[in-house]
């Protein structure tokens, strides 16, 4: 689906704000010197806020995806990660927006968590069966994606944290713990196009 069918109105938790007229795009605007930021709306919160981290760790994420997307040769993958980190724009703009704000925006939904699910059947088909536990490794992008991977977890965990003391979409979390499966698979079969054999994990 569209990142926003409706413009760029409605991305201004993921947008530089204008200064005011000046008619310039400001990179600074001073209301967060003092430690808090803004939510999609007009609460503002501590930038340490458990939202703020969670929302800030799928950022993370998706920077990540970003440098794999530029280093990798391969177009199936530079692909698929594409149009997850569209996902994560999503998702960010979703959990820095209150579920009762009045300004309506795209939110992660199970069609997201099923594309994801879809992804990962296909390339268990190609993928041998995993008997045991494999160190994160491997070619460039296989390394990476096992990176990206474990930023997926913290991100999974930093929304469980939110969620405790913050009402949450509650589609993220499934979508994240299906997200890391998918980066988890992917990295196998990245490794696997670059003919590089596994390294089984022995206690």
Known sequence: M????????RQAPLLPLIARGSGRQALYT??????????????????????????????????????????SKNRTIASSLKEIQRMLFVAGGDLATEMEGRQPV????????????ELTDDLLTKLPPLRNFILPGGSSTGAMLHFARSVCRRAERRLVTASRS????????????????????????????AGVKEDVWKG
């Open 2 to 9: 569209p990142l926003n069918p409706e413009g760029p109105r």
């Open 30 to 71: 001073r209301r967060g010197d003092s430690g808090e930021t803004s939510l999609y709306g007009p609460k503002r919160v501590r930038k340490d806020d458990p939202r703020v981290e969670a929302y800030g760790t799928i950022d993370e994420l998706n920077s990540v995806l970003g440098v794999i997307v530029s280093e």
């Open 106 to 117: 795209p939110r992660i939904g199970a069609s997201q968590t099923m594309r994801l699910e």
């Open 166 to 193: 913050r009402e949450v979409n509650p589609e993220l979390l499934p979508f994240f713990n299906r997200l890391s499966s998918y980066l988890f698979n992917l990295s196998r079969w990245a490794n696997k196009r």
